[in-house]
């Protein structure tokens, strides 16, 4: 396979910091915003989704903001632990099928 | 565990060969996906299921790929005559209604050797 694919963004934290991770998107029509948690071997995990009307929405320990005017998404993880340690992706719920659409992945690296 | 199984989890296979996976969704969900992810890569969408009926394919999904769900529970998906570029994770989904959180299961790596 392509070498380019392995080389995911990064962010590297220290245990109990807070972490943000961005995520750009291309379809202003999408419904839902959605996070998604991927730790290694497994399926995607739901983390939490956000309405396209809405501008923000909290979970436990995580926050998603979403900024129509510059198509940007963000997922803020409150005190990291070594378990939040994932690849993480925003995906766009599109059409009437409501089939995901992922971005690109990033990788939380959260050191103790 | 989400409740969607999928299996095998892992199939090495030699090109040219046959393959089929098998999904069962949570018992609920009327609606099934199956997705395909290659290493560092998001998961991308191949087929859509409302209970029994294949309502969306992807343009990825080539003619050596069949996905079938005959009685609205299990899914199948068969890939005829492997080639390497098919080896990958095959992932399965479902969903309740237009609910967005879609259960994984976790997944069936291929490879084709």
């Known amino acids: 396979g392509e070498s380019v694919g392995l080389h995911l963004p990064t962010l590297s934290v220290q245990e109990g910091d807070n972490s943000i991770i961005n995520c750009a998107y291309s379809?202003?029509?999408?419904?839902?915003f959605i996070w998604y948690k991927q730790e290694s071997g497994k399926g995607p995990q739901f983390i939490i989704d956000?309405?396209?009307?809405?501008d923000k929405r909290q979970g436990q320990r995580v926050t998603v903001l979403l900024n129509k005017t510059v198509k940007h998404l963000s997922l803020q993880i409150a005190a990291t632990q070594p378990g939040d340690s994932a690849v993480y992706f925003c995906?766009?719920?599109?059409?009437?099928?409501?089939?995901?659409?992922f971005g690109t992945g990033t990788l939380l690296a959260v050191q103790p | 565990d989400t409740g969607v199984s999928q299996d095998p989890r892992h199939k090495i296979t030699k090109r040219g060969q046959n393959v089929t996976f098998r999904c069962d969704p949570i018992?609920?969900?009327?609606?099934l996906y199956w997705y395909r992810q290659t290493l560092g890569q998001g998961p991308e969408f191949l087929t859509y299921?409302?209970?029994?009926?294949?309502?969306?394919k992807s343009r990825l999904l080539s003619d050596r790929f069949s996905a079938e769900r005959p009685k609205g529970s299990f899914s199948t998906l068969e890939i005829q005559r492997t080639e390497q570029g098919d080896s990958a994770m095959y992932l399965c989904?479902?969903?309740?209604?237009?609910?967005?959180?879609?259960?994984f299961g976790q997944g069936t790596r291929l490879t084709v050797v």
């Open positions: 956000i309405r396209s009307n809405m």
């Open positions: 299921f409302q209970n029994e009926a294949q309502l969306e």
């Open positions: 379809n202003s029509a999408s419904d839902y």
């Open positions: 995906a766009e719920k599109r059409g009437a099928t409501n089939k995901l659409i």
């Open positions: 989904a479902s969903t309740l209604g237009g609910t967005t959180e879609a259960f």
């Open positions: 018992s609920e969900h009327n609606r």
